[in-house]
């Protein structure tokens, strides 16, 4: 199988009966999901994506990602949160660490940067720096079509893809990925006669990584969507039953919710290769949005290692004991080092001829110990291979996992009440039209 989940630490922290306890409720959540009666139903669609997506505008993204590939040498994705985690995550497992910063000559596919997921100025001009005067396309997407940080990021950058190919040659650069019918950007979009694609209704931001909003630029770099798409559905396929036996997702729920309520709030999300650093990015959403709220949920967390070790790993072995760990390895790495022979001694001749990925494995079997030693509770998630069908199976497996705990937990994991409030708070402070009486609030606080 491609993917697999070791539950076999967990022993000093969860008998052995606990599990088969939680199947009652588990078979209730599951129902709740299934059949549309839990909360939140209405933004379920994600759960049969894979298997019964939209034939046809997935071929008009492989024709649109052939498209900037044969006339950019950039695209610029501008997005946040729900509609740019999902596409960073699996453009930064599916390629080469560095290949964006490969010299133009060695590079096949055009560079994939992000933009209008902050609002720092900075960061702005030094992507407008690095784009220099080559060729680039945009790909701005936004569900609401409002969203303040990709909507200032893309006046920016459809201003330059104006002066640079005038308006018509601009149009024929900027895709907008935005609500079927509604919204500024649907509008814009319609009135220039921009290339669109849908974020479908019933699948929200941190679920949306399989549509459109993650398929267009994950194909423009290169990657294989059809792979990725084949992998969520052997996903959809293993994680169908209700039966914690059989489903490992449900399993994964399940154990987060033991441990939750046995105290341990907070879970890190652990990797030991850097081309996963983003994947962590993209489940801290799909978790802490889903799964925070009514003064409940585990806090989700990444350690990214070993360099972390050499930071908060103390914290992690021997501070307050409220930490869970969820390994994600990858048993072939994409390419490994032999450790050379050397005549000076530096004290390493006992790891020659060994592989970096050997004693990155020693490393992540003897952290994983010596945490469960000092009290964290470890699960593992294992992928035979970085490639896309694994990615595609993993992303279903958290969708799925984070649906069955949110209903475990009693609250809807589709919603996000909270997000609302620092969007009211910025737009009253920057005197948007119809915020008058907050701004007035507000000022009065600061
Ligand atoms: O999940 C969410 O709701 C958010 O993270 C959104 O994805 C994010 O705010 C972007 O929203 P939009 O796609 O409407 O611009």
């Not at 709740?32 to 939140?40: C, S």
């Not at 990925?177 to 699948?203: I, N």
């Not at 978790?287 to 409940?296: I, P, R, T, V, Y």
């Given at each position: 199988t491609t993917l697999t989940f070791d539950t076999s630490k967990l022993k000093d922290f969860v008998r052995d009966y606990e599990l088969a306890m939680m199947q009652p409720m588990v078979t209730t959540a599951d129902k709740m999901l299934r059949e549309g009666?839990?909360?939140?139903?209405?933004?379920?669609?994600?759960?049969?994506l894979p298997s019964n997506y939209d034939r046809k505008e997935f071929a008009r993204i492989q024709k649109a990602a052939k498209q900037i590939q044969s006339d950019s040498k950039v695209l610029v994705v501008i997005g946040i949160g729900g509609s740019y985690l999902g596409a960073r995550a699996a453009t930064d497992f599916l390629n080469d660490y560095f290949s964006n910063m490969y010299p133009e000559d060695q590079r096949e596919f055009p560079q994939v940067l992000f933009a209008g997921?902050?609002?720092?100025p900075q960061y702005l001009n030094s992507l407008i720096k690095v784009i220099g005067d080559r060729d680039f396309s945009v790909n701005i997407i936004s569900?609401?079509?409002?969203?303040?940080e990709p909507a200032i990021a893309f006046r920016i950058f459809k201003a330059m893809l104006e002066k640079k190919y005038g308006q018509a040659g601009a149009r024929q650069r900027i895709y907008a990925t935005t609500d079927?019918?509604?919204g500024a950007l649907k509008s814009l979009a319609d009135a220039e006669g921009y290339e669109e694609f849908v974020v479908p209704d019933g699948v929200g931001g941190r679920f949306s990584v399989l549509t459109a909003v993650g398929l267009l630029p994950i194909a423009a770099s290169g990657a294989d969507i059809e792979q990725l798409m084949a992998g969520a559905a052997a996903g959809e396929a293993a994680y169908a039953s209700a039966d914690l036996n059989e489903n490992l997702a449900y399993q994964y729920a399940a154990y987060r919710n033991i441990l939750y309520r046995k105290g341990y709030t907070t879970e890190l999300l652990i990797?030991?290769?850097?081309?996963l650093v983003q994947f962590g990015e993209w489940w801290k959403q799909l978790q802490g949005e889903s799964e925070g709220k009514d003064g409940k949920g585990i806090f989700p967390a990444t350690g990214n290692f070993s360099t972390d070790l050499h930071s908060f790993g103390q914290y992690i072995q021997d501070?307050?004991?409220n930490l869970f760990e969820t390994l994600v390895r990858v048993t072939e790495p994409l390419s490994d080092v032999v450790i050379p022979e050397a005549d000076?001694?530096?004290?390493l001749a006992y790891l020659e001829d060994k592989t970096m990925s050997y004693v990155n494995r020693r490393a992540s079997e003897g952290t994983m110990l010596a945490h469960v030693d000092g009290g964290v509770p470890n699960m593992i998630v294992e992928?035979?291979?970085?490639n896309e069908f694994a990615l595609g199976q993993m992303i279903y497996f958290f969708e799925a996992a984070v649906a069955i705990s949110g209903y475990l937990n009693g609250?809807?994991?589709?919603?996000?009440?909270?997000?609302?409030g620092y969007k009211r708070n910025m737009f009253g402070l920057l005197g948007k039209p119809g915020y008058e009486e907050l701004t007035t609030e507000l000022e009065s606080r600061l």
């Amino acid at each position: 199988t491609t993917l697999t989940f070791d539950t076999s630490k967990l022993k000093d922290f969860v008998r052995d009966y606990e599990l088969a306890m939680m199947q009652p409720m588990v078979t209730t959540a599951d129902k709740m999901l299934r059949e549309g009666t839990g909360a939140g139903s209405e933004y379920s669609d994600w759960l049969h994506l894979p298997s019964n997506y939209d034939r046809k505008e997935f071929a008009r993204i492989q024709k649109a990602a052939k498209q900037i590939q044969s006339d950019s040498k950039v695209l610029v994705v501008i997005g946040i949160g729900g509609s740019y985690l999902g596409a960073r995550a699996a453009t930064d497992f599916l390629n080469d660490y560095f290949s964006n910063m490969y010299p133009e000559d060695q590079r096949e596919f055009p560079q994939v940067l992000f933009a209008g997921n902050s609002i720092s100025p900075q960061y702005l001009n030094s992507l407008i720096k690095v784009i220099g005067d080559r060729d680039f396309s945009v790909n701005i997407i936004s569900k609401s079509g409002t969203t303040t940080e990709p909507a200032i990021a893309f006046r920016i950058f459809k201003a330059m893809l104006e002066k640079k190919y005038g308006q018509a040659g601009a149009r024929q650069r900027i895709y907008a990925t935005t609500d079927a019918k509604r919204g500024a950007l649907k509008s814009l979009a319609d009135a220039e006669g921009y290339e669109e694609f849908v974020v479908p209704d019933g699948v929200g931001g941190r679920f949306s990584v399989l549509t459109a909003v993650g398929l267009l630029p994950i194909a423009a770099s290169g990657a294989d969507i059809e792979q990725l798409m084949a992998g969520a559905a052997a996903g959809e396929a293993a994680y169908a039953s209700a039966d914690l036996n059989e489903n490992l997702a449900y399993q994964y729920a399940a154990y987060r919710n033991i441990l939750y309520r046995k105290g341990y709030t907070t879970e890190l999300l652990i990797n030991y290769e850097p081309t996963l650093v983003q994947f962590g990015e993209w489940w801290k959403q799909l978790q802490g949005e889903s799964e925070g709220k009514d003064g409940k949920g585990i806090f989700p967390a990444t350690g990214n290692f070993s360099t972390d070790l050499h930071s908060f790993g103390q914290y992690i072995q021997d501070g307050r004991r409220n930490l869970f760990e969820t390994l994600v390895r990858v048993t072939e790495p994409l390419s490994d080092v032999v450790i050379p022979e050397a005549d000076a001694d530096d004290g390493l001749a006992y790891l020659e001829d060994k592989t970096m990925s050997y004693v990155n494995r020693r490393a992540s079997e003897g952290t994983m110990l010596a945490h469960v030693d000092g009290g964290v509770p470890n699960m593992i998630v294992e992928l035979d291979q970085q490639n896309e069908f694994a990615l595609g199976q993993m992303i279903y497996f958290f969708e799925a996992a984070v649906a069955i705990s949110g209903y475990l937990n009693g609250i809807n994991p589709f919603d996000q009440p909270g997000v609302e409030g620092y969007k009211r708070n910025m737009f009253g402070l920057l005197g948007k039209p119809g915020y008058e009486e907050l701004t007035t609030e507000l000022e009065s606080r600061l």
